[in-house]
């Protein structure tokens, strides 16, 4: 039994020191070295070429490096079959809330904006708003949302939440389904989206979706490019419905250098790094799995096959 690590992203020798440094017994290939296929039982990937799962008879678990699932997914050469676990951190969650925040703020008190008038030497003062101006809705309040829904309830935001099922969380409404979410929209003057990419979530931020926010709404979307509309979001910046985006990650990644989203003055770009999986405090449970797959138990944060997260 072994593990191989599939990423093409430059950090894979980042991975297997940490592997080494913590659990040096463990067999632990990278992709491009020469191993033994027949022996890999998991494989640890972050947005992996489609097919390189192929080659291994004895997959029993595809572990993402990170939070999200949804590139496994899309890699038509998948073993159906094959069980698929995901990253849950509280390291990662708390990196999620502290960016979000971030962005929040930004907004209220248009920090962005002045950075861009800086570079103009633009000495122009703008109205700001405040923290009870505001209800936050987050849609899709899972491991992630609900860390983020505590601390922005902490500082005093009203916040409300959207998943697919109901879920009680103690002075946050939360919403369900399609048919309340339309309720949820209207509320939010700030949305941000925590969803994971699933065909039902996929364009989920369009005209229409988007239109629902309040007057002079504002898109914060951490969680993949897949889930806005990308046509629809200038439109809806220019009649001044939105009142501006904080967008971390985009359907082509890096954004295309000729992409209209680069030089609009009410988008602020940040290059997917909202929050970022840490070696040193994510190996443990990829290990930690790695070993209950050896001894035959079960796995932990396994995502439903059917349900895509
Ligand atoms: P999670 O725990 O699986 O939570 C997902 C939430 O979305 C749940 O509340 C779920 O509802 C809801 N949901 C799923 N499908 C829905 C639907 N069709 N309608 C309404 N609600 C739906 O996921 P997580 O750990 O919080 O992570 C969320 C996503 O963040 C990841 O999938 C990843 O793509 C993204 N992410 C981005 C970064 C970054 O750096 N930008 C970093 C980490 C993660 P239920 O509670 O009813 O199941």
């Known amino acids: 039994m072994s593990i191989v690590?599939?990423?093409?992203?430059?950090?894979?020798?980042?991975?297997?020191?940490?592997?080494?440094?913590?659990?040096?017994?463990?067999p632990v290939y990278h992709f491009e070295e020469e191993h033994p296929k027949e022996e890999i039982t998991m494989a640890i990937v972050w947005k992996h070429p489609h097919g390189s799962l192929s080659p291994y008879p004895n997959l029993r678990c595809i572990a993402s490096f990170g939070a999200g699932v949804d590139f496994i997914f899309e890699d038509p050469e998948r073993p159906p079959d094959v069980a698929i676990t995901r990253v849950v951190d509280d390291a990662l969650?708390?990196?999620?809330?502290?960016?979000?925040?971030?962005?929040?703020?930004?907004?209220?008190?248009?920090t962005s904006q002045y950075v861009k008038d800086q570079f103009r030497g633009m000495w122009s003062p703008k109205p700001y708003s405040r923290i009870s101006d505001h209800?936050?809705?987050?849609?899709?309040?899972?491991?992630?949302?609900?860390?983020?829904?505590?601390?922005?309830?902490n500082i005093g935001f009203k916040v409300i939440g959207w998943s697919k099922n109901p879920k009680a969380l103690e002075g946050i409404p939360v919403y369900h389904g399609a048919?309340?979410?339309?309720?949820?929209?209207?509320?939010?003057?700030?949305?941000?989206?925590?969803?994971?990419?699933?065909?039902?979530t996929r364009e989920i931020l369009n005209r229409d979706t988007l239109n629902l926010l309040p007057m002079g709404g504002y898109l914060i979307n951490v969680a993949r490019g897949g889930h806005l509309k990308e046509e629809d979001l200038i439109p809806l910046l220019d009649s001044g419905h939105l009142s501006g985006a904080c967008l971390d990650v985009f359907a082509e990644e890096p954004l295309p250098k000729?992409?209209?989203?680069?030089?609009?003055?009410?988008?602020?770009?940040?290059?997917?790094?909202a929050s970022v999986s840490d070696p040193a405090s994510v190996v443990p449970q990829l290990a930690e799995n790695y070993l209950r797959l050896s001894r035959g138990e079960?796995?932990?944060?396994?995502?439903?096959?059917?349900q895509g997260y």
């Open 179 to 200: 048919e309340s979410r339309k309720e949820f929209l209207s509320k939010s003057s700030v949305l941000v989206c925590l969803l994971p990419l699933t065909p039902e």
């Open 5 to 26: 690590l599939i990423r093409q992203d430059g950090k894979i020798g980042i991975w297997q020191k940490a592997f080494q440094d913590q659990y040096p017994d463990l």
């Open 93 to 110: 969650a708390e990196d999620m809330s502290e960016y979000v925040l971030t962005a929040i703020m930004g907004h209220l008190k248009n």
């Open 298 to 306: 079960e796995l932990r944060n396994r995502i439903d096959l059917q």
């Open 135 to 153: 209800t936050i809705g987050i849609m899709g309040i899972g491991t992630l949302g609900t860390h983020l829904a505590k601390d922005l309830r």
């Open 258 to 273: 000729e992409h209209p989203f680069w030089d609009h003055p009410l988008i602020q770009i940040t290059p997917h790094v």
